[in-house]
C-alpha cells in the first residue's frame, strides 16, 4: 500500500507549515491561549483562506471534497503546532452532516456556511457517567409538533462554546439517534472553560431544547460510532504531529544543553533514548496512515480494527516520547516556558480523548476474528 502524499497534499502541506511557522509561533499561541476567547478569529481567517475549513465538503456545497488522507495532511501539521482553533471539532460536525446525508436541503445550506468559514460546528460524545461507552446516554429526545425536544448534559463538548450548531446522540424511544443544535436555541446552557492543554471545552446543559433529526433514527447507532472513529482517527493524525514536534525539540535541546563540558546529545544512552522515541513515532505514524486508509472500508469491523490498532499505537508512543521528552529537558521539561511541556499535555489528552489504549485494546480485542487469530 502507497502512503506517499501526492503532489497537491504535499504543497498543502508545506503552505500549512509555512504560515504556522511564520504567525504561530510558541509566544503566539501561549497569547491566543491566555485571552479571554481562547481562539483567534484572525488566524481562523486564515485557515478559511487556505481553504481548510472548505477541505472536506463536498464539492456540491462548496467544498473539495476531502479524503481522509487530505484531512490527515492537515492535522499533522496543525498538531505540529499546537493550534487551539477549533478545526477538528468542525471538521468532525461535517463529516456527521455528510453521513446523515449531505444531499439534505438544510444539512446542504449548513455544509455550505462551514465551508465558508461563517459557522463551526461540534460533536457532543460525551456524557458524565459514559467515561468511554458511546451509548450510554442520558440525553432523552421527545418528538414534538415542529422537530424534537432535547433534555440532558454533555460534558467535555470539545470547543462547544466556539461552535455555532452541535451535533447531539440522544436516546428516542430506546433507539440512538442523532440530532443537530443551534446555538442560539432557548433552553441551552453553556459552561465554557480551558482544559489543561489549551484547548477549550463546555458542558452543555439541555432542557426541552428544540433539534433537528440528523437521519435515519434505525442507523443513528452505527453513524454515531462511524463518527466516532473519524474522530479518532483525526487525532491520531495530530497526535502524530506533536510526536514530530516533541522530537524536534528534544534533539535541539540536547544540542544545547551542557554536561562534562560537552552538549548532552553526544552521550550515547541519550542518542539511544531519541532513536527509541523516533521509532515509536513512526510506528505510530504508519498505523495512523492506515487507519486513514481504512477508514472508508465497507466492512465496519475492518474499520473500528484499523482505528483502534492506530489509537493504541498512537497512545503507547505519545507516553513513551512524551515522557522521555520530559526527562531529556529535565526540569525545564515540565514547566510552561517551553513547548515541550505544551505538548505532552496535549499527547496526553488525546490519549484519554474517545477511548484510552486500555479501551481500544478491549475493543480491538472483541472484534470478530482476533480469537481465531490468536
Not at 83 to 112: C, D, F, I, Q, T
Not at 122 to 136: I, K, M, N, T, V
Request: contains cysteine.
Amino acid at each position: 500500500m502507497n502512503f506517499n502524499f501526492t503532489e497537491e497534499q504535499q504543497q498543502l502541506a508545506d503552505a500549512l507549515r509555512r504560515y504556522l511557522d511564520k504567525n504561530y509561533g510558541f509566544e503566539a499561541r501561549q497569547a491566543i491561549v491566555k485571552s479571554p476567547a481562547g481562539v483567534s478569529s484572525e488566524h481562523w481567517k486564515a485557515f478559511v483562506e487556505l481553504g481548510l475549513t472548505a477541505l472536506p465538503v463536498p464539492s456540491e456545497q462548496g467544498g473539495f471534497d476531502g479524503t481522509p488522507f487530505d484531512m490527515l495532511v492537515v492535522m499533522q501539521e496543525l498538531g505540529r503546532a499546537l493550534v487551539v482553533e477549533p478545526y477538528w471539532a468542525s471538521a468532525v460536525g461535517v463529516e456527521a452532516l455528510k453521513l446523515a446525508g449531505a444531499s439534505n436541503a438544510e444539512n446542504a445550506a449548513l455544509l455550505e456556511r462551514v465551508a465558508s468559514g461563517e459557522v463551526k460546528l461540534a460533536a457532543a460524545f460525551h456524557e458524565p457517567q459514559a467515561r468511554y461507552d458511546l451509548f450510554s446516554l442520558d440525553t432523552q429526545a421527545q418528538e414534538t409538533g415542529d422537530g424534537f425536544a432535547l433534555s440532558g448534559t454533555k460534558s467535555v463538548v470539545q470547543h462547544g462554546a466556539q461552535a455555532d450548531y452541535w451535533i447531539v446522540p440522544a436516546r428516542l424511544a430506546g433507539e440512538v439517534a442523532l440530532f443537530i443544535v443551534a446555538r442560539d436555541t432557548k433552553g441551552v446552557e453553556v459552561s465554557d472553560y480551558r482544559t489543561i492543554d489549551g484547548q477549550r471545552a463546555a458542558t452543555l446543559t439541555f432542557r426541552d431544547a428544540h433539534a433537528r433529526r440528523l437521519g435515519d433514527a434505525h442507523t443513528g447507532a452505527a453513524t454515531w460510532e462511524k463518527i466516532a472513529d473519524y474522530a479518532t482517527f483525526l487525532l491520531c493524525a495530530e497526535a502524530v504531529g506533536a510526536m514530530d514536534a516533541l522530537n524536534h525539540a528534544s534533539v535541539e535541546y540536547t544540542k544545547t544543553r551542557q554536561q562534562f563540558g560537552v552538549p548532552i546529545a553526544r552521550f550515547q544512552a541519550l542518542q539511544h533514548r531519541m532513536a527509541e522515541m523516533l521509532i515509536h513515532a513512526e510506528q505510530a505514524r504508519s498505523l495512523t496512515y492506515l487507519a486513514a486508509a481504512r477508514y472508508s472500508s465497507e466492512s465496519p469491523d475492518e474499520r473500528r480494527r484499523a482505528i483502534s490498532a492506530a489509537k493504541v499505537r498512537v497512545g503507547q508512543a505519545a507516553r513513551f516520547v512524551g515522557q522521555q521528552a520530559v526527562q531529556l529537558h529535565g526540569g525545564m521539561g515540565v514547566t510552561n516556558e517551553v513547548a515541550a511541556a505544551h505538548l505532552f499535555k496535549r499527547l496526553a489528552i488525546i490519549e484519554t480523548t474517545l477511548g484510552d489504549v486500555d479501551h481500544h485494546l478491549a475493543r480491538f480485542a472483541s472484534l470478530p476474528g482476533f480469537a481465531r487469530a490468536a
